[in-house]
């Protein structure tokens, strides 16, 4: 019997809801990349956002395995809690994972420390070298276009020259989510299937599907010390400097970068419904309130991503 006998509304029964949308899009990306480039990988931190388009890839792929090995840019600057999760993520599904390491630049004199202590800044030399020298042709990332000014101008298929190198001026247009892939010889393209995600839409279907986090994303009890606005973690790199006070807290991490550039916000958001609520009612971005590495200048974000940042 059609709808028109039956009085349904055919169309409000298939519609999909705004998380499902965002999946069915994400998972489309990941199929289009498998069945045009020829060796992609994931970024893979350990962070929110990265595990979220593990999980995705998952799914597109489900049963078979992820056809895509994992790449993680190691600062040594880490969260323990995050390297944790990173390598029992690894081992539990069987991936494999590539490691390019910042202090290795650091020991052989092609990288020098930075004034400020962080290392976040340091990242782009070595990915884009192991991006050249495993020859991958796509890069999966896990930036959204809500996080920050230079990421929203960002398209989906983003070309990369030979020497990694961002031009918005050569950037494509996306109409009908039709991506184009084409590239010349040494160049590769990155690719970011969240790019229309927001950061509550991240957190609700992280609730919806009952992923695992480290438990920084979370409120807990840590001892921080007050530098630009920002919460900061006492430790071994970045301070506290002299004038500085560490004082005990309870804060959770809204994104996660280097232990010496996260900032932590003041929470008791303890289960992930409170931290929803919390998201709904911020008026600040993840990055605006949380990265001192994106503060260094106004086009901070713009001018590593130029240079080949994720």
Not at 117 to 122: A, K, V
Not at 217 to 224: D, G, K, L, T
Request: proline content about 4%.
């Amino acid at each position: 019997m059609s709808s028109r006998h039956t009085g349904l509304d055919m169309g409000h029964l298939y519609a999909l809801s705004h998380l499902d949308a965002l999946e069915s899009e994400a998972v489309h990306i990941f199929r289009e990349v498998a069945g045009e480039f020829e060796n992609p990988v994931i970024l893979f931190s350990g962070g929110k956002d990265s595990i979220l388009m593990l999980r995705l890839a998952l799914k597109a792929f489900a049963p078979a395995p992820v056809p895509f090995a994992l790449l993680h840019v190691d600062t040594g600057h880490n969260f323990p809690e995050v390297l944790a999760y990173r390598d029992r993520t690894v081992e539990r599904y069987g991936l494999r994972l590539h490691v390019a390491s910042v202090q290795d630049y650091i020991d052989r004199g092609v990288l020098r420390e930075r004034a400020d202590g962080t290392r976040n800044p340091l990242q782009t030399l070595p990915l884009t070298e192991r991006i050249r020298t495993e020859r991958f042709d796509a890069v999966f990332g896990g930036g959204r276009r809500d996080e920050e000014k230079a990421r929203a101008k960002e398209r989906v298929f983003s070309l990369r020259d030979e020497f990694s190198q961002w031009d918005p001026r050569r950037q494509r247009p996306e109409l009908w989510n039709l991506y184009n892939g084409r590239h010349a010889p040494g160049e590769h393209v990155r690719v970011f299937p969240l790019s229309n995600w927001t950061e509550l839409d991240v957190w609700q279907y992280i609730a919806r599907e009952g992923i695992d986090l480290p438990a920084i994303y979370y409120a807990h009890e840590r001892e921080v010390f007050e530098r630009g606005g920002m919460w900061l973690t006492a430790g071994q790199w970045g301070g506290p400097r002299e004038g500085e006070r560490v004082e005990k807290r309870q804060v959770r991490y809204r994104t996660v970068g280097d232990m010496s550039c996260t900032g932590a916000v003041d929470s008791d958001a303890t289960t992930i419904e409170k931290v929803i609520t919390e998201i709904a009612a911020s008026r600040l971005t993840e990055r605006g309130a949380t990265r001192a590495d994106d503060k260094l200048s106004e086009a901070a974000m713009e001018d590593r991503k130029r240079e080949g940042y994720f």
